[in-house]
């Protein structure tokens, strides 16, 4: 079982829809990030939590650490959402473990 | 433009060789982090320096190696390298808590590395 477990794996959503994306987790952690990879390969941090929620425009993370969950939110998609959205813990070790991720596809 | 540079861009070579891959942070940031990416394995942390010294290490194999210089750039060294050795890799720069939990990172371009 790994470590970090994303889900979906994979959604496609409609323009306007609101979409939650899942990361859970089985190892306890200081702070998880949400990280998004465009189509052509670039890497954007969008979050970094390590409790509570945070907002930034559209998109709203959550994280609860007594069930080791955390979610990203996009309200309003955007075809412009579209991307790789992936989830990683930062472990006791002092390392990063990504999620497989979640490949967003939004329709127009 | 995340600030992070990383040069070469593209890398194409042959099984048995060594490369070299550079990064330079961003203004300001002390701590660089390495990536690979490939196909099968998705995102994997290889090494992380802070202000010159290792800070974390995570699955980089033996055949690699890294280093962070007075002025903060950094190299990965990969050497004796494989077919399954290409990938993509990222670095990222962050601030000056040291952790790669506390800092948000910003990540570089990558370097895709074709092994032949």
């Known amino acids: 079982k790994n470590e970090v477990e994303q889900s979906p794996q994979n959604l496609t959503a409609q323009e306007g829809e609101f979409i939650t994306i899942n990361c859970s987790y089985s190892v306890g952690i200081s702070a998880l990030h949400w990280l998004q990879q465009h189509p052509g390969g670039g890497i954007v941090s969008l979050f970094m939590l390590s409790s509570g929620k945070k907002k930034h425009g559209r998109l709203i993370a959550t994280i609860n650490i007594q069930e080791k969950h955390s979610s990203l939110h996009i309200t309003a998609s955007h075809p412009r959402d579209s991307a790789v959205y992936i989830c990683?813990?930062?472990?006791?070790?002092?390392?990063?473990?990504f999620g497989k991720g979640t490949k967003l596809s939004v329709k127009p | 433009d995340s600030g992070v540079t990383q040069t070469p861009k593209h890398l194409i070579t042959a099984t048995g060789q060594r490369v070299t891959l550079r990064c330079s942070p961003r203004s300001g940031d002390l701590s660089v982090y390495w990536y690979q990416q490939s196909l099968d394995q998705g995102l994997q942390f290889l090494i992380q320096y802070y202000n010159g010294e290792e800070r974390a290490k995570g699955n980089i194999l033996e055949r690699f190696s890294a280093q962070q210089f007075p002025d903060l750039h950094s190299e990965l060294n990969l050497s004796s390298l494989e077919l399954g050795d290409s990938a993509l890799y990222f670095c990222?720069?962050?601030?000056?808590?040291?952790?790669?939990?506390?800092?948000?990172?910003?990540f570089g371009p990558g370097t895709r590395l074709t092994v032949l």
């Open positions: 990222a720069s962050g601030g000056t808590s040291g952790g790669a939990g506390a800092d948000t990172q910003y």
């Open positions: 990683a813990v930062f472990g006791s070790q002092g390392n990063l473990i």
